[in-house]
């Protein structure tokens, strides 16, 4: 029994003397494949530049939009003109946010099951049908 232990312990360390070691043989491996990629990503930069932008159509008059993940925020500051937009720019959306947030913290029953936590279902998906309702109503 005692030979044994000691046959596997001597066959563990002669395997880990095989090992290569992170620094300096891994390190330099991953290295330099970052580098490779890196260059290949700035040649195909060089050769396939990309277009300056779209064109401008300076008669048109100018209306600015946000992207598409600002839309609701957008849409949501309609609703609050004035010295109200604070309100509705910065206050409502991070109280929803911090919602969302704390919902883990609020509802805290045993069950993991999303049909067992009511609370914190209900208030993600209804953010989220609002977020879904507002930007929908910014592009119409």
């Known amino acids: 029994m005692n030979g044994d232990k000691k046959k596997m312990r001597d ?3 002669n395997s880990r003397a095989n090992e290569k070691k992170f620094f300096p043989y891994f390190l330099f491996e991953i290295a330099l494949t970052s580098l490779f990629v890196v260059e290949i990503v700035l040649v195909l930069a060089v050769l396939f530049p990309s277009a300056p932008g779209r064109e401008i159509d ?3 008059q100018y209306q600015p939009r946000p992207e598409w ?3 609701f925020l957008y849409q949501l500051t309609k609703y609050f003109p004035g010295k109200w937009t604070f309100v509705g720019a910065v206050l409502l959306p991070g109280l929803a946010f911090s919602l969302l947030l704390l919902a883990p913290f609020l509802e805290r029953g045993p069950e993991t099951r999303i ?3 009511k609370g914190a279902a209900f208030l993600g998906f ?3 049908l609002g ?3 507002l930007t ?4 119409l």
């Open 11 to 13: 066959g563990m360390i």
């Open 58 to 60: 300076f008669s048109a």
């Open 69 to 71: 993940y600002f839309l």
């Open 115 to 117: 049909r067992q936590r």
């Open 126 to 128: 209804g953010l989220l």
């Open 131 to 133: 977020i879904i309702a």
């Open 136 to 139: 929908v109503l910014s592009l």
